[in-house]
C-alpha cells in the first residue's frame, strides 16, 4: 500500500478546516453575509469555541495512522528542509509531504516515492476560491488571541514538522505582530 499525507502549519490547518465545514458551525452565514449581519469578530468567535474537530489533526499520525499501518512518524527526526519524507513498514510505505514545502519538493518527492519524474503540482480546492473566499480572507487578517496559537505550536505535531524559526514565524502571520 503506498500512502500519500500532508502536514500543514496546524493554525493554517485549522482556519483551513473551519471555513471548509462553515455550513456545519454556522448553518446560515451564506444568509447573513448576504444581509451584511456576519462579522469576522463573530466568525472568530465561533472558531475559538469549536476546537474539538482540531484535535484529530494534532494527534491523526498517532491515533490513526500508527495502528493500522505500523508507522510512528515520530520515531526520527523529520528532514525539515528538504520538505518530506517516506517511511516504510510490512504494511505500507508513506510519503509525507509539508504543504508548506509542495512548491520545491514535490517533483522530487514523487518521483522517489512513485517513480514520477515529470510530476507537475496543480493548485485546486483552495479556501480563497469557495463561496466563503472573502470571509476567509478576511477572517486571515484579524489577528488570533496569542494563546490560542501558542498553544497550536506546543503540540508534538507543530514541534516535529517546524523549526523554531518557522513556528516563530507563523506565530508572528497569525497573531499580526510582524
Not at 64 to 89: A, C, H, N, R, W
Not at 92 to 99: P, V
Not at 155 to 169: I, N, Q, V, W
Amino acid at each position: 500500500i503506498k500512502i500519500i499525507s500532508l502536514v500543514r502549519d496546524p493554525v493554517a490547518r485549522n482556519v483551513s478546516t473551519f471555513f471548509y465545514a462553515l455550513d456545519e458551525f454556522v448553518p446560515d452565514w451564506e444568509d447573513l453575509y448576504k444581509e451584511k449581519k456576519l462579522t469576522v469578530d463573530f466568525l472568530q468567535e465561533v472558531f475559538l469555541s469549536k476546537q474539538n474537530y482540531t484535535l484529530t489533526a494534532f494527534y491523526w499520525f498517532d491515533e490513526q495512522l500508527m495502528p493500522v499501518f505500523d508507522i510512528d512518524v515520530y520515531s526520527t527526526p523529520f528532514p525539515k528542509e528538504k520538505g518530506y519524507k517516506i517511511y516504510s513498514s510490512a504494511k505500507a510505505d508513506l510519503l509525507l509531504l509539508r504543504l508548506e514545502s509542495l512548491r520545491y519538493c514535490a517533483r522530487d518527492a514523487f518521483d522517489e516515492f512513485l517513480g514520477l519524474p515529470d510530476f507537475e503540482l496543480l493548485k485546486t480546492n483552495t479556501g480563497e476560491n469557495r463561496k466563503s473566499g472573502e470571509l476567509y480572507r478576511l477572517f486571515k487578517q484579524k489577528p488570533l488571541p496569542s494563546e490560542y496559537v501558542m498553544q497550536s505550536y506546543n503540540y508534538k505535531l507543530a514541534r516535529h514538522f517546524y523549526t523554531e524559526g518557522e513556528l516563530l514565524s507563523f506565530t508572528n502571520q497569525w497573531t499580526n505582530q510582524n
